[in-house]
């Protein structure tokens, strides 16, 4: 009875719900174009939403990353810089080794790609190492600090200039673009590589001892390293895991976009990450949130995207203004019914008083 | 009009989940002195908040010079003048002595600040109250003792006709406290009425004329302090006869557990020399700040230590971290239970199991909910704690239900020797004689107990041996306790050069 009741009043269900609402007025609104003669055709349907998809699952490994940092009650806004310099260094290592040094390309491309993902992780454990050293900083301040040194060292390695790959083996990272079948439904590459990652990290987060103290941390810190948990071990790794996470999304970005990359790229995609997380159900004072709910979340911001851009014509700056709405009410309505029953609590028992006094 | 300035008749406050304040009264004339005492927990602090304007009660009167007021806002208290010092004082560290004073009041000309004024305006206060430093000083870089007298001075530039002194002495010297005490008389004389809170029955009956008892939330009774016998005072305070609260056993000590060699710690401690054996409770005493928690923190692993040995079942310990002094069997109960001891937000089971997660409660690396359960199921039941289930949050749970669980982690972990630091502050009396009575089964399963703590009864009446610290050094050890009084440590905790001044 309880389980169920659980089940019922918990975050991930509200999304659910919240996605099958947003998912039911689009549909409508289409229906009724159709039905107005505005529009030919539906375009809301699913295989189409689907298809649609694919931009915003680049944020949804970022976004995973993101989770790790705010479960422990830390912030990491450099994800965006850290996924740029990954694949500058990717484009770069590429372009020296194969086109230069006349490696062969095959070879060339997975050195390349592991040179991306290291540099990743490097720079990861660079915010992690300067978050435990110096815990009296906030995250927040480290990694705006080290978001402005990333995207600067990006600079200095191609300045100003936009890399173009014209090389066939590079240009085959484009396969990540691709839409496949499954099942009948085309959905891009991305989604099946995210759901493998997402499982991966539920399992992580939610059922492994490991990931109970990562939340832990995120609780209450100091108590936590009282009772014998390794603390700045674990954050120092999450931060890594994080530019990992950063570093794949960047090798997603350059197959969707494999022929320019720009030192200014991914700019602000930290900001999508933090907004599913938060959405999740995952908080900035740490302790909290759940892989499904980010994962569902990024689901919501996506056709939210996808409905307000093609049903209404908005153009990408007021579908953001819709997306930071629903961040904000996402974040307040649960402040409101903690409060309210807090309330409720406190004049419960007040009535017990005065019945019990007089 | 009445004789009294503040009466408090019929307050109660509940918080979710427990009542801190239950029908209580209380009463004090102009030019009084009137102590407040009770067990920690009692409800004296929530009642000065009440006094103050820092809680809303949710029953009950206030009636300030025989006008019922509604003290909605701490500002408004100010305003009827109302102050309070507490035992750590600094509101702002970082800024001068005038303008702590003056904080939220300055002396201004137009939109800016008349500094002239506020230094001189603050240099008489400062001599009103005895004060030999600069307006101009920065309060972080004051004594203790200094920084209560800043806030005595902003509670007469406020004209504050009520001071409520919370615990004033807790932190100062005996000098330092005397000279605090002639400036509360001369107050008091000057018309001042004056809420005394302390632990020491000497103030008590030095300063106040009459004492208000308060006793789990509950009002027991206010009598004139001349006519009532000490005795009697704690009998109220505490509720029952206060020699069952120590259920000390005998116990036989077995093998050596800690040796402290001559450890260090520049500006913490230096030459400290302490030894627990198994089956034995070391009682570590001293005023605040003598070291004590950092030796303790070093010995597990929070600090290093400059120089000198830990010795810890026969093994000499270097570099080492919490997580490995667990591992070698030691048990740290940390003094801020709130803030180091327990994850507030989360359940009894989740809070006992994280210490031993990867050693008791998994398979593989995942984690198994049933023997979670089991062990914490069990920890419930062998230390009582007092909750429906080990679901609770123990953000919800009483102070010494909270301590027990913050036991039960320890205990998780089967430690061979545990640190207890100040194990029954902020614990209601029936909870401390529990906690006393797990110490005393503990040793005498032959665990070793190395307890911090500033309340002496407890320190005298647990412990087989007792080490004494005073600024960083340890000043006497005492192997007898039967015939120690609470004068004889006192004397050893004493900061020597200011005792002998």
Redesign the interface.
Known sequence: MKRIRDFFTSWEFFLVVLLAVVCAVFYYVDAGRVAAGISRRPVFYFANVVRSMRPYFLYSFMTLGMMLILAMGDIDISVGAIGTLSVVTLGVTYNNLAVIGGMSGPVALTLSLMACLFVGCVCGAVNGFLCTRFKELFSMIITLATQLFFRGFSYLIIGGETLTFKDPTFRSLSALNKLIDVGGVKVPVSLPVFLVFAIIFFVWLHMTGNGRKIFAIGTNRSATYYSGVQTDKIKFWCFVIAGLMSAVTGIFFVGNSSSSVKADIMDGYHMYAIAAAVLGGFSTDGGKGSVIGAAISLVIFGVVKFGLGTLFGFADSAVNLSVGVILILSVLVPNLIEDWRNARRVARRRAETVAHNS | MSEYILELNGI?K????V?AL??VHFNLKAGEIHALAGENGAGKSTFIKVITGAHQP??GEIILNGEKVVMSDPIIAQERGIAAIYQHAASYPDLSVAENIFAGHEYKIGPFIDWGKMNREAKKLLEAVDADFSPTASVGSLSVAQQQLVEIAKALSMNAKILIMDEPTAALSQREAEALYKIALRLRDQGTGIILISHRFEDMYGLAERVTVFRDAQYIGTWNLHEVEQSFLIHQMVGRDISQLYPKKETETGEELLRLENLSRTGFFRDVNITVKAGEIVGLTGLVGAGRTEVMEAVFG?HQPDSGKIIFRGEEIHAH???Q???KGLG?L?EDRQ????????SIN?NIS??V??QE??NG???SATKERQLSDGMKDLLAIKAPDTDTLTGALSGGNQQKVVVA?QLA?NPKMIILDEPTKGVDVGSKAAIYEIMSDLASQGLGILMISSELPEVINMSDRIYVMSEGKITAEFTDTKSLTQEIILNAAMPKAKAAS
């Not at chain 2, 509940?14 to 989940?17: E, L, T, Y």
């Not at chain 2, 803030?339 to 989360?346: A, N, R």
Request: aromatic share 10%; glycine share 8%; with cysteine.
């Open positions: 109660t509940i918080f979710p989940g009542k239950d029908n949710d029953g929070v971290t919490p997580t002094m667990m591992a740290y940390p803030k180091d001891g327990l994850l507030l937000q989360w989740h994280l210490p997660m990867a409660c998994q690396i995942f984690i982690k972990a």
